[in-house]
């Protein structure tokens, strides 16, 4: 016998091969999103703390009664609220209801007037 291996041990080799990068493959890209999805949790996280922080109870109350019904539009104030917060441009303030009222109407499309017109 020479020192070659045989088909069938040859093709033993492959199989165990094929299993480990298989293997790699589903840790691995399991692995990444694990990651992923803790990051985005982790985000999601710093953004409600910056949303609490910078919000006052009012503007809050109001943020989620809009989220109900226009959840678009209410993660768009949300986006705005944390941009402003990370860009230092809130200083220590909060937005209070009012401020939060008029964030709204700066975001919300004008309700779409009727025109009656009688013959």
Do not use: C, W, Y
Request: proline share 3%; aromatic share 0%.
């Amino acid at each position: 016998m020479s020192g070659e291996p045989s088909d069938d041990e040859l093709e033993e080799l492959r199989q165990k091969k094929m299993e480990q990068m298989r293997d790699q493959a589903e840790g691995g890209s399991g692995g990444q999103s694990e990651g992923r999805q803790a990051a985005k949790e982790q985000a999601e996280a710093q953004r409600k703390a910056l949303l609490r922080q910078h919000l006052t109870d009012g503007a809050r109350k109001r943020l989620n009664t809009v989220k109900m019904s226009k959840p678009e539009i209410a993660e768009q104030v949300e986006q705005q609220v944390v941009a402003l917060a990370q860009s230092g441009r809130l200083g220590g303030e909060q937005i209070d209801e009012d401020q939060m009222r008029d964030l709204l109407k700066e975001l919300t499309p004008d309700s779409k007037s009727f025109n009656i017109r009688h013959r």
